[in-house]
């Protein structure tokens, strides 16, 4: 946990030295009781429910043990976390941190919680369309590139980056954040390799990447497909179950993000080529911190603004780092993210070895 602990560390420490905004919010406040709402958007993706609800409510509680800390998650429908944003209004939130299922739609209800003077926290994708306290997040568009890069190198490694194309398997299109991976991505390939389908796809659905996925094998043949870039882990499992009922022997470089289990396990098998470790820990953390003293009446400086087109916010933008067969050992299990024994299952043991890892 070396990694993790240095890293929230340094965090807490941009809150104490740094200065975007700093002083006091003219928020209603909880005193030394708040109760703060936690929205997060979805559960196919297994972040969530793993790793950032239970880290953020650890952390909360260890700061303010008489917090409360309301919990919603909207299951990727917007109409539901509108309704689950009011409830946490009307259940008294001092505080809410959201991650919207559309963060391009969220500005009426953000706007509704000013208006009662609660403070509002984005975290993990940016909220357009209204300015708010703060965005918690990764810088979205170099993860985007590090994949991009990392899928090159792979190609560039097999000897295939100029023998055919590349699918892009990208996020849904209701995600800000979706359309910075894609960006950072496009930086890293455009003009390197030939992009020749491309899909956003709703929900970050993995059956709907896997039906993508057929679609561009139909329409360009299998022999054409040398490489594809898919925005995160779960649509990452649908490729691959695409590529193996189109018949593939050897699997072309693929990418993904999350570093979800069952995605480690893929790379010490080959299946997937990478993935992006981010320190949910750290984000998950910092949202805590910064909403316990936002309902404290506090708010801390950040050392960083984003701009979401209709204010700077101040932010927290943590780094992400890519994860292969050659370094997992060093990051994720280094981290204590997963132990040896949760990704060393039977079905895995061999590759479990020939990676240095039993």
Same mark, same amino acid.
């Given at each position: 946990m070396r990694r993790i602990l240095l890293i929230t560390a340094a965090a807490a420490a941009f809150v104490l030295a740094a200065g975007c905004s700093s002083g006091t919010v003219d928020a209603k406040s909880g005193g030394d009781n708040p109760t703060i709402a936690l929205l997060l958007p979805e559960s196919k993706t297994t972040r969530y429910e793993a790793f950032d609800r239970p880290l953020f409510e650890a952390k909360t509680e260890q700061l303010c043990a008489s917090c409360r800390v309301l919990y919603f998650n909207a299951d990727q429908d917007a109409a539901k976390q509108?309704?689950?944003? #009011?409830?946490?209004?009307?259940?008294?939130?001092?505080?809410i941190v959201l991650d919207a299922v559309n963060a391009d739609a969220v500005a009426p209800q953000v706007n509704q919680a000013k208006q009662k003077k609660i403070p509002v926290i984005a975290y993990d994708r940016l909220i357009s369309g209204i300015g708010y306290e703060?965005?918690?997040?990764?810088?979205?568009? +170099?993860?985007?590139?590090?994949?991009? =890069?990392?899928?090159?190198? =792979?190609?560039?490694? *097999?000897?295939? !980056?100029?023998?055919?194309q590349v699918v892009m398997i990208n996020g849904a299109p209701t995600d800000p954040s979706a359309g910075d991976y894609?960006?950072?991505?496009?930086?890293?390939?455009?003009?390197?390799? +030939?992009?020749? *389908? =491309?899909?956003?796809? %709703?929900?970050?659905? %993995?059956?709907?990447a896997q039906q993508e996925m057929e679609q561009a094998i139909t329409a360009l043949g299998k022999d054409a497909i040398v490489g594809v870039y898919s925005a995160n882990d779960g649509m990452a499992s649908g490729v691959i179950a695409a590529l193996k009922r189109a018949g593939y022997a050897t699997l072309p470089p693929l990418t993904g993000q999350d570093g979800e289990l069952t995605a480690v396990q893929r790379i010490l098998t080959g299946e997937q080529t990478m993935t992006i470790y981010l320190n949910y820990r750290a984000q998950a953390e910092q949202a805590a911190e910064l909403a316990v003293a936002l309902g404290k009446g506090e708010k801390p400086p950040a050392p960083a603004t984003t701009d979401n087109g209709s !204010? +700077?916010?101040?932010?927290?933008?943590?780094d992400a780092i890519a994860v292969s067969k050659d370094?997992?050992?060093?990051?994720?299990? +280094?981290?204590?993210?997963?132990?040896? !024994? #949760?990704?060393?299952?039977?079905?895995?043991?061999?590759a479990c070895q020939a990676a240095g890892l039993k």
């Open positions: 509108q309704g689950q944003f #009011e409830s946490a209004l009307t259940q008294g939130a001092d505080v703060y965005y918690v997040s990764f810088d979205n568009v +170099k993860v985007g590139r590090v994949q991009g =890069e990392a899928l090159l190198a =792979e190609l560039t490694k *097999r000897g295939t !980056a100029d023998k055919g894609k960006q950072g991505a496009h930086q890293a390939l455009d003009g390197k390799v +030939k992009v020749a *389908r =491309e899909f956003d796809t %709703p929900d970050w659905s %993995p059956d709907k !204010a +700077k916010v101040p932010s927290f933008l943590l370094n997992l050992k060093d990051t994720i299990v +280094k981290d204590g993210l997963y132990s040896v !024994a #949760e990704i060393c299952t039977p079905d895995v043991a061999a």
